[in-house]
């Protein structure tokens, strides 16, 4: 079946720095990534759509220049929250999709960022 | 705006008893719904999906979900609760095919009592 794996599973650091979470589809390409914010107890919320080898598409709130998402190649996508705050730790959560219409969407495992 | 619909934040039940976690949409078209799983500090697992085949929907570790249209839900059951079920499950539809961005309830929080 699809797998997609999200790298690192957790990750801590220190306000001011820059963190890259990875998402790799291990056994298909994935046309279509999307990146997922979730914080405690609540729902994911859609952060951005990025498609291989364009600019991703940000949802409204999100801002682009703090959270930099790279989709270079079929099987892999990284978002990069740059300049990190204590109010971004949060569970991050990759979905990939493969160019098949079987409604097929495949999740990472997460990511807990905590900025301190 | 196109939404989905989570009834009860929290739902509990004792081990052995009937599972019921209510999700309706809103929408004129169907949608194309799913429900995942979630364990702490886990991603999402898919257990089942509606396509557009057949309204009852089977999907893995004994869940189902039948699509009903005539009340926009997609309510999700288990016959008997596990104790191993106990997670959260979230609810989500997709709208505008195959590639469109999947939209998720709130989720509910499932406790399983022995």
């Known amino acids: 079946g699809a797998v997609v794996s999200q790298h690192p599973s957790r990750v801590i650091c220190k306000s001011g720095t820059s963190v890259k979470i990875e998402c790799r589809s291990l056994?298909?390409?994935?046309?279509?990534m999307f990146w997922y914010r979730q914080f405690p107890k609540q729902s994911l919320m859609l952060m951005a759509t990025?498609?291989?080898?364009?600019?991703?598409?940000?949802e409204q709130g999100v801002e682009k220049d703090k959270f930099l998402i790279n989709h270079a190649s079929l099987t892999l996508s990284t978002l990069t929250v740059t300049s990190a705050h204590p109010e971004d730790s949060s569970f991050y959560i990759c979905?990939?999709?493969?160019?098949?219409?079987?409604?097929?969407?495949?999740f990472g495992s997460g990511t807990r960022l905590t900025v301190v | 705006a196109q939404s989905v619909t989570q009834l009860g934040s929290h739902v509990s039940v004792s081990e052995g008893a009937l599972v019921l976690l209510r999700c309706n949409y809103s929408?004129?078209?169907?949608?194309?719904l799913f429900w995942y799983v979630q364990y702490p500090n886990q991603g999402l697992q898919l257990l089942l999906k509606?396509?557009?085949?057949?309204?009852l929907v089977k999907g893995i570790n004994g869940f189902e979900a039948e699509f009903k249209k005539s009340e926009t839900s997609f309510h999700l059951t288990k016959p008997s609760a596990h104790m191993s079920d106990a997670a959260e499950y979230f609810c989500?539809?997709?709208?505008?095919?195959?590639?469109?961005?999947?939209?998720f309830g709130k989720g509910t929080k499932l406790s399983v009592k022995p």
């Open positions: 056994d298909f390409q994935a046309t279509t």
């Open positions: 990025s498609n291989e080898g364009s600019k991703a598409t940000y």
């Open positions: 929408s004129s078209v169907p949608p194309y």
């Open positions: 989500a539809v997709v709208y505008g095919g195959s590639q469109g961005n999947l939209i």
């Open positions: 509606y396509t557009s085949a057949a309204t």
């Open positions: 979905s990939a999709i493969s160019g098949r219409s079987d409604y097929g969407y495949t």
